[in-house]
């Protein structure tokens, strides 16, 4: 728990799978219009036009999507195991361990030694506070 907790960000692949082919074919188009004005063909004004516009299409999408990645960046929450003692009802919290599960033995109890069992595991949720926006 001494690390401190960094968001999880993820990417939608359809997203990231129709940026590329947007600016695929944004770049297909540049290509061609370049070749159509150098052959001086009329087209090459439409073929220019279209790649301009999906380069810029594809700039806006990836742009609004990291914008969004930050603000639903996804917390991890800490998860908490707590170990109780039979005899004397000692309880000991510490972080989840892979393997864990409710009623497995942790050891001996460093009171009465008796048997230290798991009886809960939880997140921990924190309340959001919602700020006022003037």
Known sequence: MDEEEKPVRRLSSIVLIIIVVVLALSAS???????????????????????????????YMLLQTRRRMRRFALKTTPVTTTITCQKCDFKNLREFERGDFILKEAGSCTKCDGTMLISAIYRELKEKVKEERF
């Not at 540049?30 to 594809?58: M, N, R, T, W």
């Open 29 to 59: 188009a540049l290509y061609q219009a370049i070749d159509l004005y150098l052959k001086q063909d009329v087209a090459s004004g439409y073929y220019l036009l279209i790649g301009f516009l999906g380069l810029a299409f594809s700039i």
